[in-house]
Every structure is written in structure tokens, then in C-alpha cells.
């Protein structure tokens, strides 16, 4: 592909560790197979609601990817249809986003989507909301998580600011956009509040989703 290839097109990304490595937040929580099956799980169900979501957009509009060193993520990516990018594990998220970024950027997507692979309950409403925001060339979307953190942005490409992810997040963002002269917009969607980091967390998911842990060993 090319920078000529998608012309005003958005790219969707899930940043993804490898799931052995994935939610060691849960570690006294969840052995470390539970956590592993936690983490593809809840990938394969924003996989699902982020597919659902774009087929109720124009067609062609969006593509999905994934961006991630792990090649068994790499592999339920290729199974669902999406993109593969290599971050070559350059040890954050910020830094795995900002590959991301720069891949959409050389070819040619007018707009980078990121969400998280460990969202509760995402919607495809309000993935379809968010997907389709209008960016007007200035705006940056950000969309909160309960604890400040950025649950999902949505940023014209090429990005002028440095991804910042970590505590409070949304703070930063909301600051590196507006200091690369972007009108960052905090747009709450309920449903893409809650992510899975902590045992309070995962009992919520477990309270509605009894399933959510089930071995993914045969798939
Ligand atoms: N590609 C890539 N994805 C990452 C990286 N760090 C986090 N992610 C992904 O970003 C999303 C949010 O991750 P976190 O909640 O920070 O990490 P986690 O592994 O899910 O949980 P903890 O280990 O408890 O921090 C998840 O989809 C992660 O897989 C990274 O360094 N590279
Ligand atoms: O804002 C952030 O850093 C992202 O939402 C990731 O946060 P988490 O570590 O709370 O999942």
C-alpha cells in the first residue's frame, strides 16, 4: 500500500501485548492462563462490536488493524480479516501507537481511531459514534475512561502531538492537542468508559459476562 491508496479513509488500531503478558494488574487475582484467556477474550469481543460498528457506516469508510508484536494476536487478527502492523515491541503503548500512527500516515488513511483491546462493553453505537465523528482537519476526540485514562481517541493523520498514555491520560492529551493548535473535543460515551484493569473491574465483567474467563486454549 501507499499514500495514494486511502484517501479519506479512517484506520481503527487496537494496540496488543502479547496475552501472556497482558493484565498483570489482575496477577493476585487470576492465574496467569486466566489472564492470558482474558485478554484474547475480551480482544475477540472488540474485535466483534468494532466489525458491527463499521458495517453500519458508509462502506469502505474504516478499516480495522491491530498493531502488536505478538504473533498469537497477529493470528485471531488475520482470522477476523484486519490489518496486522509490527510495532516491533518498542515497550509502551504510547510508542506502539505512535507506529501505528506513522504506518496509517505513509499510507494515506486521513484519520488514526485507537482503542483499547480491554474496553468492558464497547457498543457498536458509540463506536459508531465515535468512528464517524467529524474532524473538520482540526478537532482530536478524546473519549475518557472512568479514571481519566483515555479510553479511545480519534486524531487527523499525521498526528502533530506525541501520544501520552499513562495515569490521567486524558489530561495530557487534551493538552499536546491543543498545544499542536488541534480543538480537542471530550466526547463521554458511556460505554467505552470501563476497561478491565483491576479485580473490581473484572468482577463487574464477571457479574454480567459469567463466560469472559473461559479457556480459549482449543481456538
Ligand atoms: N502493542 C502494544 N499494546 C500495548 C502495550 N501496552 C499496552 N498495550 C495494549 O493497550 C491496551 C491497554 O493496556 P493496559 O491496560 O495498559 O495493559 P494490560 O496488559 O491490558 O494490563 P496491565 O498489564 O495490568 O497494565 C491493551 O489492549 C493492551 O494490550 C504495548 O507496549 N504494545
Ligand atoms: O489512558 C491510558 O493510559 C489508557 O486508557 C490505558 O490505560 P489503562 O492502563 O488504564 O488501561
Known sequence: MSAAANPGKRLAVIPMKDPSRAKTRLSITLAP???E???RGLFRATIARLQEAVARLPQG?????????????????????LICIDDNDPGTLSLAVEAAADWASA????ALCVLPGDLADPSPD???Q????PLDGARAVLCPATDLGTNALLV???CPFAFAYGQKSLIAHR???EAAGLCPVVLPLDSLRVDIDTAEDLSCLLAQNPQALMREGAR
Open 33 to 35: 492462563r486466566d489472564r
Open 130 to 133: 465515535l468512528l464517524a465523528y
Open 126 to 128: 458509540d463506536l459508531a
Open 156 to 158: 487527523p493523520l499525521p
Open 61 to 81: 469508510a474504516i478499516d480495522i488493524a491491530v498493531v502488536s508484536n505478538s504473533p498469537a494476536i497477529a493470528r485471531i487478527a488475520r482470522q477476523a480479516g
Open 107 to 110: 499510507n494515506g488513511y486521513e
Open 175 to 177: 493538552r499536546a492537542a
Open 37 to 39: 484467556a482474558l485478554a
